[in-house]
């Protein structure tokens, strides 16, 4: 059993590579923007994000337990939501293995300004320099 972790700024092609391995492996892909627009029209709210993190928790542990590997592809950026699919990974016994997406903040805002729903520029960046950016930066 397996989580595999895709981890990246948004248009960096997670989704994009999460739906060819898993069509190529059978591996089940589970999304928390997905389960956001399953559960509130894909609004995002602080008090909707527990349940969201709890229904993608419960997801992949019953994936797993059906037999099947599973391909989180939300950005995962936050070390918080590692450490939280550790847990998930050690409480199911599954392994958990980290994919980092190697793209250029350029591309992925080209990327993302093509994109029917755009995160924007904005957003990216700020992504960006909380969690990749060079520590001591100063931009």
């Known amino acids: ?35 956001r627009a399953m559960l509130d029209d894909g609004k995002y709210s602080l008090e909707n994000e527990t349940l969201v993190l709890k229904a993608r928790n419960f997801l992949a542990a019953v994936i797993l337990h059906e037999g099947f590997d599973v391909v989180i592809d939300d950005t995962n950026l936050n070390p918080r939501h590692l450490e939280g699919l550790q847990e998930l990974a050690e409480e199911v016994g599954a392994e958990l293995l980290v994919m980092d997406m190697d793209v250029s903040l350029d591309e992925c805002i080209r990327r993302d300004s093509l994109r029917e729903k755009p995160v924007g520029e904005q957003a990216i960046r700020e992504m960006h320099q909380k969690h990749l950016a060079p520590k001591g930066n100063g931009r």
Request: hydrophobic share 35%; charged share 35%.
């Open 1 to 35: 059993m397996k989580i595999h972790v895709l981890r990246g700024l948004p248009a960096s092609g997670k989704t994009t590579f999460a739906r060819k391995f898993c069509k190529k492996t059978g591996a089940k892909r589970i999304n928390k923007d997905d389960l």
